[in-house]
């Protein structure tokens, strides 16, 4: 099944250039570092990374949803999950908010340097107190003249450490009685802003060369003008971003579930065992075959809703069973790899290693598996 054309093939072989010769040779780097260089992001955005769906007056490359598809997939195959979520995070996560929602001057203002890759970016929603209920924000905005001052603080936020601007959650007001979302708004923060701090760099399980970080706003004062959109909107457009942000992150799962399988493949074709390759085994063949079956089924899945998410159709029901999909079957096919891979497959110099730890985030970030079937049994009526 393709949906590409030939202007998507020519970007593929230009992203699949760039990780090859700038991003294979340093992953191992990278994640003893924990974090990525910062240089590497001017360079992806002179190569036309940042930005490819975004208006060429803003530095954008003018393409279409289908060009990002491109993007992500070869980006999650590079096997640096942490490269592929940095990404995403900047291009499809964050930075989005200010395309969609802010102001003329907003944009001229921050986009270019965004697509650049100058001004990096980060989507700051998550707080300590729980992630799944976003309506239950405590940060805390209120209008003081023509700034806002806002209180509070921010946990789990990719790029964090590093990023130079920040879209951030506040609540504005309490929201009407039941009405708890409708008190949210969007803002956007320069990291240089006089009272906020990247509190912490957090350790984590898997994706170590991306940092993750949580914030703290004390007394921050942020221009009025930094509102994006309305004032008590924000939930809405972090529910419509979340879409893009859930989409691509099943995109990138089943390119990364490729290339393990892809390594799985030459691994067992190679390794001998009993006298002949393991490939030979029918219960190996079968494990292959189970697993090439379920990425074929959540590739379509994909892609259908994919191609509904081009035309703007909704596409929010199918969007959260892509993630819930293919959170889960990389979970059993990260667990297969490593079996196959015997011992080999615990140990750090195999990237199938990697693979292992960075896949279990999937069911968890961006909306858990568990709110994802929340959501497909509320859009079923249920
Ligand atoms: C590495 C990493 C990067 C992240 N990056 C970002 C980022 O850049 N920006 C950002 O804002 N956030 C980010 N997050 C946060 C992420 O989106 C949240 O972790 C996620 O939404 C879950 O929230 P939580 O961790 O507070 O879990 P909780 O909401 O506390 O949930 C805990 C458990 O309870 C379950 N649960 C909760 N509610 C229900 C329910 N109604 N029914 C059934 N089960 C339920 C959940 O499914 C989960 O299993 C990141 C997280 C990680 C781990």
């Not at 240089?39 to 289908?66: H, I, K, N």
């Not at 189970?290 to 959540?298: C, G, Q």
């Not at 891979?341 to 909306?367: A, K, N, Q, S, W």
Request: glycine letters at 10%; hydrophobic letters at 40%.
């Amino acid at each position: 099944m393709t949906i590409f054309n030939e202007q998507h093939a020519m970007f593929r072989q230009a992203v699949r250039s760039f990780v090859e010769k700038e991003v294979a040779p340093h992953i191992e780097e990278w994640e003893e570092a924990g974090q990525i260089p910062k240089s590497l992001w001017p360079r992806m955005g002179q190569l036309g990374f940042l930005g490819v769906e975004y208006d060429e007056t803003y530095g954008g490359g003018g393409a279409d949803f289908l060009t990002t598809v491109v993007l992500n997939e070869e980006l999650a195959r590079s096997r640096c999950a942490s490269l592929a979520m940095a990404v995403g995070v900047h291009t499809d996560m964050a930075s989005p908010h200010l395309y969609w929602a802010g102001s003329e001057a907003l944009k001229e203002k921050y986009l270019p340097a965004i697509c650049r890759g100058e001004a990096l970016s980060a989507i700051a929603v998550t707080e300590a107190g729980g992630g799944s209920d976003v309506a239950a924000i405590k940060t805390r905005a209120v209008a003081d003249g023509d700034h806002y001052v806002i209180n509070g603080s921010k946990m789990f936020i990719t790029n964090g450490v590093l990023a130079d601007l920040y879209f951030v959650a506040a609540r504005l007001g309490p929201g009407a009685q039941g009405r708890r979302h409708q008190g949210i708004s969007m803002f956007l923060v320069e990291r240089s802003t006089p009272g906020f701090s990247v509190s912490r760099k957090l350790d984590k399980m898997g994706n170590r060369a991306s940092d993750t970080a949580e914030l703290a706003f004390q007394d921050m004062r942020v221009p009025g003008e930094n509102l994006l959109g309305q004032e008590g909107k924000g939930f809405y457009e972090v529910m419509r971003v979340f879409q893009r942000e859930r989409l691509v992150a099943g995109i990138q799962t089943v390119a990364g579930c490729e290339r393990a399988l892809e390594d799985t493949i030459a691994y067992v074709q190679q390794r001998q065992a009993f006298g002949e390759p393991l490939s030979r085994k029918q219960v190996v063949r079968h494990k292959i075959a189970d697993m090439a079956t379920l990425l074929e089924a959540a590739r379509r899945l994909t892609y259908a809703a994919c191609l509904k998410f081009q035309s703007r159709e909704d596409a929010v029901k199918e969007i959260s069973m892509v993630k819930l999909f293919c959170g889960d079957i990389a979970q059993k096919i990260a667990y297969d790899c490593v079996q196959l891979h015997g011992g080999y497959g615990y140990m750090r110099e195999y990237p199938v290693e990697r693979f292992f730890r960075d896949v279990r985030l999937l069911t968890i970030g961006g909306g858990t598996s568990e709110i994802m079937k929340e959501i497909i049994a509320k859009q079923m009526a249920l």
